[in-house]
């Protein structure tokens, strides 16, 4: 079946910057979108970033202008740049991918804390 692994999660500063990176094992089926998603401590999942299959990008309200998602269609990665971080963004991050069969694939999670 179809891995995904994530990294580059940790913890820094207000202000700090991260960049989170995720990766497929394999691809046996069409993408229709890849993103990532955070869940915050008695806080639902929510959508932070995703990226259609050719190109096209939506971003959470609370992370627009500062956080960026990219890939690399020949590394099976896609990332997710996260700057000028505040307190608020510090939460559970797990990456994405949505295929044309409708079946959804989960990263493991990589923590992100930002306090001062």
């Known amino acids: 079946q179809v891995q995904l692994v994530e990294s580059g999660g940790g913890s820094v500063q207000p202000g700090g910057s991260l960049r989170l990176s995720c990766v497929a094992s394999?691809?046996?089926?069409?993408?229709?979108?890849m993103g990532w998603y955070r869940q915050a401590p008695g806080k639902q999942r929510e959508a932070v970033a995703v990226?259609?299959?050719?190109?096209?990008?939506n971003y959470a309200d609370s992370v627009k202008g500062r956080f960026t998602i990219s890939r690399d269609n020949a590394k099976l990665t896609w990332y997710l740049q996260m700057d000028s971080l505040k307190p608020e963004d510090t939460a559970v991050y797990y990456c994405?991918?949505?295929?044309?069969?409708?079946?959804?694939?989960w990263g493991q999670g990589t923590q992100v804390t930002v306090s001062s």
């Open positions: 994405n991918l949505f295929a044309t069969d409708k079946n959804n694939y």
């Open positions: 394999s691809m046996s089926f069409s993408i229709a979108s």
């Open positions: 990226m259609s299959r050719v190109g096209n990008t």
